[in-house]
Nanobody, 125 residues
Framework: QVHLVESGGGSVQAGGSLRLTCAASGYTYSSYMMGWFRQTPGNEREGVAAIYIGGEVTFYADSVKGRFTVSRDSAQNSVYLQMNSLKPEDTAIYYC??????????????????WGQGTQVTVAS
């Protein structure tokens, strides 16, 4: 049973930084996609960033390019999202997700098989 747990959310002032962690367990896949999504009330989940484990390729939404960095620590089975220069519009619940398949774009929520419970990020202006 794959289990994903996010941590590191919180409240910061605009321009500040946060690092989200996604701790993963219960899987044996050697190649897969780990994605970060965010969601605000009344809106669909938006793909923020992803990293393909096995090829170490990273992907970013245009809205976060140059500000967010996705990385992983294979020893810790963790994936991180370093968020710098945060803006009020980054306020959302952030989720990590794991995809074992393909066929859809990295930012397509339907591609992902497993999801964490989410962590709140609030950026004050």
């Amino acid at each position: 049973q794959v289990h994903l747990v996010e941590s590191g959310g919180g409240s910061v002032q605009a321009g500040g930084s946060l690092r989200l962690t996604c701790a993963a367990s219960g899987y044996t896949y050697s190649s897969y996609m780990m994605g970060w999504f965010r969601q605000t009330p009344g809106n669909e989940r938006e793909g923020v960033a992803a990293i393909y484990i096995g090829g170490e390729v990273t992907f970013y939404a245009d809205s976060v390019k140059g500000r967010f960095t996705v990385s992983r620590d294979s020893a810790q089975n963790s994936v991180y999202l370093q968020m710098n220069s945060l803006k009020p519009e980054d306020t959302a619940i952030y989720y990590c997700a794991l995809s074992t398949g393909g066929g859809s774009k990295w930012y397509s929520a339907g591609r992902y098989n497993y999801w964490g419970q989410g962590t709140q990020v609030t950026v004050a202006s």
